[in-house]
T-cell receptor
Framework: GAVVSQHPSWVICKSGTSVKIECRSL??????MFWYRQFPKQSLMLMAT?????????EQGVEKDKFLINHASLTLSTLTVTSAHPEDSSFYIC??????????????FGPGTRLTVL | GQNIDQPTEMTATEGAIVQINCTYQ??????LFWYQQHAGEAPTFLSY??LDGLEEKGRFSSFLSRSKGYSYLLLKELQMKDSASYLC??????????WGAGTKLIIKP
């Protein structure tokens, strides 16, 4: 099956620092990757949609200058949380949709990255 | 606006059957997904329905009625490991996933 990895799995950082999260599709090519944020006991919130080779599309209320997304190849997208603050502490999850999309339009999820900002 | 409704929490007994309902109102429809999410983990795919009817996959089945904007996930022979949140998500006309808030399923012995 399609596998998506994320690195790191968890990170603790000081307020004001930047954190980069990588999302990789290991055995398929992904034209589109999605970044989600999930706060405790809440559903996933889409932050942005990233297409390979073009600028990401951000959801309303998500600051593009704070959450930098780069999708440089068909297998890698990165999310950088710049000048992180405690309110950015959350569970960040990426997902990827295959180039062909198959017949299910399924998104394959990474295992998530838990970010704690002190 | 777009809206997906599912119960917040359900409780069932090990070995029993439980049905989790989902109703939706979205701009366009390109399929409905059910995902399972254990606490602290990312969602895992359970099912995808784009045509009306029942899709059976082992102990799990998913039903869709597009005219009613309604789906359900049926879990049979419940096991303790089925305790998790179950997320209903609809792919809208822009191929964006619209997520429900999830149903927390508690399985009791």
């Amino acid at each position: 099956g399609a596998v998506v990895s994320q690195h790191p799995s968890w990170v603790i950082c000081k307020s004001g620092t930047s954190v980069k999260i990588e999302c990789r599709s290991l055995d398929f090519q992904a034209t589109t990757m999605f970044w989600y944020r999930q706060f405790p006991k809440q559903s996933l919130m889409l932050m942005a949609t990233s297409n390979e080779g073009s600028k990401a599309t951000y959801e309303q209320g998500v600051e593009k200058d704070k959450f930098l997304i780069n999708h440089a190849s068909l297998t890698l997208s990165t999310l950088t949380v710049t000048s992180a603050h405690p309110e950015d502490s959350s569970f960040y999850i990426c997902s990827a949709r295959a180039v062909t999309g198959g017949d299910t339009n399924e998104q394959f999820f990474g295992p998530g990255t838990r970010l704690t900002v002190l | 606006g777009q809206n997906i409704d599912q119960p917040t929490e359900m409780t069932a007994t090990e070995g029993a059957i439980v049905q989790i309902n989902c109703t939706y109102q979205t701009s366009g429809f390109n399929g409905l997904f059910w995902y399972q999410q254990h606490a602290g983990e990312a969602p895992t795919f359970l099912s995808y329905n784009v045509l009306d009817g029942l899709e059976e996959k082992g102990r799990f089945s998913s039903f869709l009625s597009r005219s009613k904007g309604y789906s359900y996930l049926l879990l049979k022979e419940l096991q303790m490991k089925d305790s998790a949140s179950y997320l209903c998500a609809v792919l809208d006309s822009n191929y964006q996933l619209i997520w429900g808030a999830g149903t927390k399923l508690i399985i009791k012995p």
